[in-house]
């Protein structure tokens, strides 16, 4: 129930994503309003739908924000489309969008190396219609060496996500399978061994997949945890998944990276969307 204490939660290393909470309020103010949460730690989608490339001023502006709330950027999403919205990345898809995705992957290794950020999400991108998808698994993994390549020289990973099939339809990657499928490609082709899953419990949930089962059979390749409820994408104790179990189970299996908390805040401020989590467990440790 909201409200209720997770027992084990000061064991777990939460960060806030700024792309789905707070977003009540304009992107630079969204790192301190998580530091006034009590959170020491945060992640984002790539904040600039539009552009790759962004203006210097504005990498500036939001890397300011960021130290001057004292919390750690420990996530990034490469340039993915406009998301949220139609676009579910950008790597896979000829033409255009794979030239922006291109154009983006020193930009955004080159603004989380400017703040210690040790992980780079890369989104597949739809299946097109038109288009064979075994070309467009060609080009994908093309795009992906050259993100693992760039994740590398900042001495990052370089995840992958699996999202789920009823709001990603178009999407290939709907299984953990999938997901981990093209993480070992990836790193057989660059050698690096940098790429990981990126183990998303609510998109899993969403694909009806044995998250138990997954997580004992993943759990060694994932660089990265994201949660929410199920149903809703809503806070923990918003739905039915017994989230404080799961990520008990990932520490037994030996995860212990970062926990992304990727949900929505429903029709309340962001700033009162954590009463799950105790107070004391916010500030990473």
């Known amino acids: 129930m909201p409200g209720s204490e997770w027992g084990t939660a000061t064991e777990q290393r939460f960060n806030v994503n700024l792309s789905i909470l707070f977003t009540e309020l304009p992107?630079?103010?969204?790192?301190?309003?998580?530091?006034?949460?009590?959170?020491?730690?945060?992640e984002l989608w790539w904040p600039w739908v539009d552009s790759p490339t962004p203006e210097r001023s504005e990498l500036d502006a939001l890397k300011k924000a960021i130290e001057d709330a004292g919390v750690q950027l420990t996530g990034l999403n490469f340039y993915a489309g406009q998301l949220p919205g139609p676009d579910r990345g950008a790597l896979?898809?000829?033409?255009?969008?794979?030239?922006?995705?291109?154009?983006?992957?020193?930009?955004a290794a080159d603004f989380a190396r400017s703040l210690g950020?040790?992980?780079?999400?890369?989104?597949?991108?739809?299946?097109?219609?038109?288009?064979?998808?075994?070309a467009q698994d060609a080009l994908a993994l093309e795009n992906l060496v050259l993100a693992a390549r760039a994740a590398d020289r900042i001495g990052a990973i370089l995840l992958i996500e699996t999202l789920n099939q009823p709001e990603s339809p178009l999407y290939p990657l709907v299984s953990a399978p999938a997901g981990v499928a093209v993480v070992d490609r990836v790193n057989e082709a660059t050698g690096l061994g940098n790429a990981r899953f990126l183990m998303d419990l609510y998109h899993l949930s969403m694909n009806g997949e044995d998250l138990p089962s997954v997580i004992e059979r993943y759990a060694a390749k994932t660089g990265h945890v994201q949660i929410a409820d199920n149903p809703g994408r809503g806070a923990p104790g918003t739905g039915t998944l017994p989230l404080e179990d799961l990520l008990g189970r990932l520490r037994k299996a030996g995860y212990e990276g970062w926990v992304g908390l990727e949900y929505k805040p429903g029709d309340r401020p962001s700033a009162a969307a954590f009463d799950w989590l105790p107070a004391k467990a916010r500030a990473a440790r």
């Open 27 to 42: 992107l630079l103010e969204r790192p301190a309003a998580a530091a006034a949460a009590g959170f020491t730690a945060v």
């Open 92 to 107: 896979s898809i000829p033409g255009t969008e794979s030239e922006r995705f291109r154009a983006n992957i020193d930009v």
């Open 117 to 134: 950020c040790k992980a780079l999400n890369a989104l597949y991108g739809n299946r097109v219609e038109g288009v064979e998808a075994a």
